[in-house]
């Protein structure tokens, strides 16, 4: 009886898991996709340092692996009209010979949480010196169980 009434609790937990809360500004763990149906996955947040890691899947420019993600959050907030939560992160592609970098602030707007970056990527190889580095924006939005959310279309990347 213990026995079954363990694996169910066990069994129970990933349906819990993605049937929780979805990620916020206050929340982010999570995941997160922006206007080119990229996941950004918020595995874990330290409040303590700030230090975010999680996970990364592009389908824009590589062949959709999942990529390390390390970055940071800062919410100490200066008196002002408006505060936002600051985050930074970064992927490092592995073969592809490439790292992106992501930095910007998650507010709610219109009542949906989104992270609004602008990104730069810079590539170990390319056929010119001046096209190592690229740059531009992205916005993301939690991602809707069971398929992408609707972000809005924004300024178009390599990564």
Same mark, same amino acid.
């Given at each position: 009886?213990?026995?079954?009434?363990?694996?169910?609790?066990?069994?129970?937990?990933?349906?819990?898991?993605?049937?929780?809360?979805?990620?916020?500004?206050?929340?982010?763990?999570?995941?997160?996709?922006?206007?080119?149906?990229?996941?950004?996955?918020?595995? %874990?947040?330290?409040?303590?340092?700030?230090?975010?890691?999680? %996970?990364?899947? %592009?389908?824009?420019?590589?062949?959709?692996?999942?990529?390390?993600?390390?970055?940071?959050?800062?919410?100490?907030?200066?008196?002002?009209?408006?505060?936002?939560?600051?985050?930074?992160?970064?992927?490092?592609?592995?073969?592809?010979?490439?790292?992106?970098?992501?930095?910007?602030?998650?507010?709610?707007?219109?009542?949906?949480?989104?992270?609004?970056?602008?990104?730069?990527?810079?590539?170990?190889?390319?056929?010119?010196?001046?096209?190592?580095?690229?740059?531009?924006?992205?916005?993301?939005?939690?991602?809707?169980?069971?398929?992408?959310?609707?972000?809005?279309?924004?300024?178009?990347?390599?990564?």
């Amino acid at each position: 009886m213990r026995t079954n009434c363990l694996l169910a609790t066990v069994l129970m937990i990933p349906v819990f898991t993605a049937h929780g809360a979805a990620p916020d500004c206050s929340n982010l763990p999570g995941e997160w996709t922006n206007q080119l149906g990229s996941t950004l996955s918020i595995h %874990s947040v330290d409040h303590g340092s700030g230090k975010i890691l999680g %996970s990364y899947v %592009s389908p824009s420019g590589t062949q959709g692996e999942k990529e390390e993600l390390v970055g940071w959050i800062n919410s100490s907030q200066a008196t002002s009209e408006s505060n936002v939560l600051a985050i930074a992160f970064s992927v490092q592609w592995g073969s592809y010979g490439s790292i992106t970098s992501w930095t910007g602030f998650c507010e709610n707007k219109g009542g949906t949480p989104t992270i609004t970056t602008f990104w730069h990527l810079v590539r170990s190889s390319s056929r010119f010196t001046w096209d190592h580095m690229l740059t531009g924006s992205d916005v993301f939005v939690p991602k809707v169980v069971g398929g992408n959310s609707d972000a809005p279309n924004r300024t178009k990347h390599a990564d």
